[in-house]
């Protein structure tokens, strides 16, 4: 389907919300609540099980070369889909856009299945580039539905509802190969039966994209309209895309999302991959990803509940990410200092190590749990920057197009054998210079009392009586 037919068809959903109907279990299909676990169920499904594949290290080669060209073929387009992305999904609404950019996940990790048997990265490459199209597309759709669906007051709750799900995903997902791989401690690579069980999942994804309402079906409590979204045309998009760059609220941002994801090489590959064997590198995504659903509930907290000003409450949030991710790296500093490319330490074992295991397992944790927390306060930030869907699909959009950039360049930094301590400086510095730029932001843009997006042609809401309570 070309873009002028995605625009009619979208058209046809664009239409007045009927009172949603109660059902058996008391959530209402049509409420932010279950749309925004709806997502989160997509994310589990596709680039959660991306996560825990790369997690790994290597996708689960003991030679990483082909995964880290794939991942940075994957980042470049991602950072140009990426920031297409809101203006496609603009074009084509939610259920379109998720269903393409989901299928890319399945054909990523066949591509490892095969290359278990070729060894031949070209598959490998072609479908990382395939993956970082579908993955601006998915993220950008992602990040329009979490930040502009949920009422005002309880954003940094429905961020750390999806975080979680979202990142049950890397939980179940490392638990693939680690039951799968456990008695194979010295296995240079995973099973096929890995892939496999990750292809299931992310076909399972794909199903439940369709599960996902158009913008204008969704109605919160109190009977307004998440958004009235009328489907945007290519002209329009294209001119809204091309102003990002010029937005200071962007320009501000921009640090965040380069450095929200150019850790994520040094951490997979450098520690779980350099540090662990391979059952245990499982074990440890397990709770890598576990960690990030408590970083994402506790940060989710603080933004929500902390202060009664909104403005407050991400100063607050800002403080805490900036206080734990300075003393997380400081302690991975320590880390990094025992061990070089050149001098490479005996691989740790969760059952044979003993206490050697206990401190690089404890940094490993801390580095997923700041990870959600810092990603879950940036799309915060964002989420307070406008109310509209087609808005904050464009600023999601434009946060993965810049982050997947970011990506690129840090996948190639770990295929060149830059020293390892150079790399976690660099991370450092980069998340380091995030906090206070986003600190500016909440000051110059962030308001206190924003006002509800209403129904389109009503002047008033839905009388809330009409709705059960979903939230």
């Not at 046809?12 to 279950?34: D, H, I, M």
């Not at 930040?147 to 990142?167: A, D, H, Q, V």
């Not at 989710?300 to 000003?309: A, P």
């Not at 020293?419 to 210079?433: A, D, E, F, G, H």
């Amino acid at each position: 389907m070309g873009l002028g037919g995605g625009v009619g068809a979208m058209d046809e959903e664009a239409v007045t919300v009927s009172a949603p109907q109660r059902t058996l279990c008391g959530f209402r299909y049509n409420s932010p609540l279950v749309q925004v676990a709806l997502i989160g169920l997509v994310c589990f499904c596709c680039p959660g099980m991306f996560n825990a594949l790369s997690g790994m290290g290597g996708g689960g080669q003991v030679d990483p070369t082909a995964a880290n060209n794939a991942n940075t073929a994957l980042s470049a387009t991602s950072a140009v889909f990426g920031v297409l992305g809101g203006g496609i999904y603009n074009i084509l609404g939610p259920r379109l856009t998720l269903f393409c950019g989901c299928s890319t996940y399945v054909l990523y990790a066949g591509s490892f299945l095969y290359y278990n048997h070729q060894q031949n990265q070209t598959f490998a490459i072609i479908a990382g580039a395939l993956l970082g199209i579908g993955a601006g597309l998915l993220w950008a759709g992602e990040g329009a539905i979490m930040t502009s669906y949920p009422p005002e007051g309880r954003k940094g709750t429905y961020i750390s509802i999806f975080w979680s799900i979202f990142n049950m995903g890397g939980v179940i997902g490392g638990l693939i190969p680690f039951v799968l791989n456990y008695n194979r401690s010295e296995a240079a690579s995973v099973d096929d039966g890995t892939y496999i069980g990750f292809m299931c999942f992310m076909f399972a994804g794909v199903l439940l994209s369709f599960a996902i309402l158009p913008p204008s079906k969704v109605v919160r409590d109190d009977g307004t309209i998440c958004t009235n979204m009328r489907y945007s045309s290519v002209s329009i998009e294209a001119t809204e895309i091309l102003r990002l760059f010029l937005n200071w609220k962007m320009l501000l941002i921009a640090p965040a999302a380069w450095s929200s994801n150019f850790f994520y090489s040094y951490q997979f590959n450098n520690v779980n991959g350099l540090l662990f064997n391979l059952r245990t590198r499982g074990l440890n995504n397990v709770l890598y990803w576990g960690a990030q659903m408590l970083g994402s509930a506790g940060i989710g907290y603080v933004l929500d509940f902390s202060f009664e000003s909104r403005r407050k409450r991400g100063f607050v949030g800002i403080g805490v990410v900036s206080l734990l991710g300075t003393a997380i790296w400081g302690g991975g500093l320590a880390q990094q200092l025992t061990y070089s490319l050149r001098d490479l330490p005996e691989k740790l074992d969760f059952k044979d190590s003993g206490s050697a295991f206990a401190g690089p397992f404890v940094l490993y944790f801390s580095y997923g749990l700041l990870d959600a927390m810092f990603q879950s306060m940036v799309y915060w930030v964002i989420g307070a920057l406008a109310d509209d869907s087609e808005t904050l699909s464009r600023y999601n959009g434009f946060y993965k197009g810049i982050q997947s950039a970011g990506a690129a360049v840090a996948w190639q930094v770990g295929s060149h054998n830059v020293p390892l301590l150079s790399q976690l400086i660099v991370n450092w510095c980069l998340t380091t210079l995030s906090y206070p730029l986003l600190f500016l932001l909440i000051v110059l843009a962030v308001k206190d009392n924003p006002k509800a997006n209403k129904i389109a042609g009503s002047g008033a809401g839905l009388p809330s009586a009409t709705f059960p309570s979903a939230e």
